[in-house]
């Protein structure tokens, strides 16, 4: 496409609105359902308080883009119309308009950006009667921290108009530069800058030799969402995997009817082939947007909060982080097996809340280089997002370095370390009143709770985390309530904020264990115990109405 002007070009209108009271960002920005944001000026006014907050517009530099969701093309021609109105002057959109959250991220931080607006419900369903979601991250290409989120949300209870601009729809799918009044739009390549990242960051020659031997088989599952376009350039054609190693990989509006979120239950065609009759050596798939990751070994399953402890563990293989890193950090349900992994390399380790955006401090004071999250996320001060491909490739790379299958990685890990046994179960729509009665009823307890004995086992400290942030000293509270146990054991009940409909409970339970004659457990009974000292102490049967969790991870 070459320079055009597009037509029908007329100047800046203010359009009467009415605020709506429920666009408070959760972890990690606005989620509702595609017919609530449908609904006339509810997009419309999200957007404009964003630019209200991070006003003046003028002469700015915005990126745009998302997951390929129902709805996101859509979405992206009013973001663009009000940009223009608010006074941006340069509008980079992915292509078709896909952009991963991680290379949103990096194409921010590349071109020096005040920031980018990203379209994603992340690893929520998607269609017409699913998901919808966005998000603003800043300038340092990190989701909004908590201060600017609530000045957006601050400004959504008082909006009464917002700016746009007649004009003709943008054409999404052909690279090239448009022209709208004083504001330049480019389509780019969603993907070049992202895997040019990749490629400077990790030995890209041991993985091609690990991948042209012919004896070691990988899958990659995009689940039909927006990494299949990044998997397939990276794995297929600048590493070699044989052609249909990465599966799934055209993003869909429905993501093809299944529930991106890369995990044992919903990835099961991946999962079928690591372990069924003649199994993969690898394989790995990433959700919605693209930052979560499920990686996989032959027959064996690598935990999150084991990864982020391997990774760390062994990163000095790595190029990019040959020469060291600075420290590590973790989100507060996750394991404390990093922990054990940053105090034998003498380096900090943060425990922070739940979300993204508490990393980002941390990351541009230098304080740590890798992050993670029990729910699938690890990434690094590469950009300011998890990233899901990046941790893919970072176990490509231990394991062409080290010659070793993943399961002989993570158990000579366990060996050396101990192992921290760790699950998730989630109650999904739970009903809200419920939900919220439950964990009132747990904080009542606090103080009490400590010296009591439940299913064997002596609770030693109980509390209700709250984080100070050592970089700019914000205090969060109420992010979840802890049990510490006399077995090593620890248990988090936390209330999601990713939902959309009802509430999801969260019951987190991990235990340290350094035998190595109980090393190989199956992890729900390894942690049996705490399982039965959750559902007394919390009675989470009589509040969810539920026998069992509807997803344990």
């Given at each position: 496409m070459t320079t055009e002007q597009v037509k029908q070009v007329q100047q800046s209108k203010q359009i009467k609105t009415q605020a709506f009271t429920d666009q408070k960002p959760g972890t990690s920005g606005l989620r509702k359902k595609v017919t609530q944001f449908q609904?006339?000026?509810?997009?419309?006014?999200?957007?404009?308080?964003?630019?209200?907050?991070?006003?003046?517009?003028?002469?700015?530099?915005?990126?745009?883009?998302?997951?390929?969701?129902?709805?996101?093309?859509?979405?992206?021609?009013?973001?663009?119309?009000?940009?223009?109105?608010?006074?941006?002057?340069h509008i980079l959109v992915g292509q078709g308009g896909i952009l991963s959250t991680p290379a949103a991220s990096c194409v921010i931080r590349k071109n020096q950006a005040c920031g980018g607006i990203i379209l994603s419900a992340s690893h929520n369903p998607g269609g017409p009667d699913e998901d919808f979601g966005i998000k603003f991250n800043g300038e340092n290409g990190g989701p909004a921290p908590e201060k600017l989120t609530e000045a957006i949300f601050q400004q959504t209870l008082s909006m009464e108009q917002y700016l746009s601009i007649d004009a003709n729809?943008?054409?999404?799918?052909?690279?090239?530069?448009?022209?709208?009044?004083?504001?330049?739009?480019?389509?780019?390549?969603?993907?070049?800058?992202?895997?040019?990242?990749?490629?400077?960051?990790?030995?890209?020659?041991?993985?091609?030799?690990?991948?042209?031997?012919?004896?070691?088989?990988?899958?990659?599952?995009?689940?039909?969402?927006?990494?299949?376009?990044?998997?397939?350039?990276?794995?297929?054609?600048?590493?070699?995997?044989?052609?249909?190693?990465?599966?799934?990989?055209?993003?869909?509006?429905?993501?093809?009817?299944?529930?991106?979120?890369?995990?044992?239950?919903?990835?099961?065609?991946?999962v079928a082939l690591l372990y069924g009759d003649d199994p993969f050596d690898f394989g790995a798939a990433s959700d919605g947007d693209g930052d979560r990751n499920m990686v996989l070994g032959k027959q064996f399953y690598i935990n999150p909060c084991d990864s982020l402890a391997i990774l760390t563990a062994n990163a000095d293989l790595i190029p990019a982080y040959a020469e060291g890193i600075a420290g590590v950090a973790r989100?507060?349900?996750?394991?404390?097996?990093?922990?054990?992994?940053?105090?034998?390399?003498?380096?900090?380790?943060?425990?922070?809340?739940?979300?993204?955006?508490?990393?980002?401090?941390?990351?541009?004071?230098?304080k740590i280089t890798l992050c993670g999250e029990e729910s699938f996320g690890t990434g690094s001060d590469h950009i300011r997002?998890?990233?899901?491909?990046?941790?893919?490739?970072?176990?490509?790379?231990?394991?062409?370095?080290?010659?070793?299958?993943?399961?002989?990685?993570?158990?000579?890990?366990?060996?050396?370390?101990?192992?921290?046994?760790?699950?998730?179960?989630?109650?999904?729509?739970?009903?809200?009143?419920?939900?919220?009665?439950?964990?009132?009823?747990?904080?009542?307890?606090?103080?009490?709770?400590?010296?009591?004995?439940?299913?064997?086992?002596?609770?030693?400290?109980?509390?209700d985390f709250q984080y100070i942030d050592p970089v700019d000293k914000s205090k969060t509270t109420e992010q979840g309530v802890r049990l510490y146990l006399d077995n090593g054991g620890r248990i988090v009940f936390r209330l999601s904020g990713t939902g959309t409909q009802g509430a999801t409970l969260r019951v987190y339970l991990d235990c340290y264990q350094q035998d190595p004659a109980l090393l190989a457990q199956e992890t729900q009974q390894a942690l049996s115990e705490l399982i039965q000292v959750a559902e007394t102490v919390a009675g989470i049967k009589q509040f969810t109405g539920r026998e069992k969790p509807d997803v344990i991870t």
């Open positions: 609904q006339t000026g509810y997009l419309e006014n999200f957007v404009q308080a964003v630019f209200n907050t991070i006003a003046p517009c003028a002469g700015k530099k915005l990126v745009l883009g998302g997951d390929g969701r129902f709805y996101n093309r859509e979405a992206i021609q009013v973001i663009i119309r009000m940009a223009v109105a608010n006074g941006f002057t729809d943008v054409e999404l799918d052909q690279l090239g530069t448009v022209q709208i009044a004083e504001c330049k739009i480019d389509i780019i390549d969603p993907v070049n800058d992202y895997a040019n990242l990749m490629e400077s960051m990790f030995d890209f020659t041991a993985m091609k030799h690990l991948l042209a031997q012919g004896d070691f088989r990988l899958c990659f599952d995009a689940m039909h969402a927006v990494n299949g376009p990044y998997a397939k350039e990276i794995l297929e054609k600048r590493l070699g995997a044989p052609a249909g190693s990465v599966i799934n990989g055209v993003p869909l509006t429905d993501f093809g009817g299944g529930h991106p979120d890369p995990n044992l239950v919903h990835a099961h065609e991946l989100s507060m349900p996750t394991s404390r097996a990093v922990d054990r992994v940053a105090k034998a390399m003498n380096i900090p380790c943060y425990e922070t809340p739940t979300g993204w955006k508490f990393f980002g401090n941390l990351l541009d004071a230098g997002e998890k990233d899901g491909l990046w941790a893919v490739l970072f176990w490509l790379n231990l394991i062409a370095v080290k010659k070793q299958p993943v399961s002989e990685i993570v158990k000579n890990h366990w060996l050396q370390y101990g192992r921290d046994y760790f699950t998730r179960h989630d109650y999904e729509a739970v009903d809200s009143d419920n939900a919220h009665e439950m964990i009132s009823q747990l904080k009542a307890k606090i103080a009490d709770l400590p010296g009591q004995v439940f299913a064997g086992v002596k609770i030693t400290s109980a509390d």
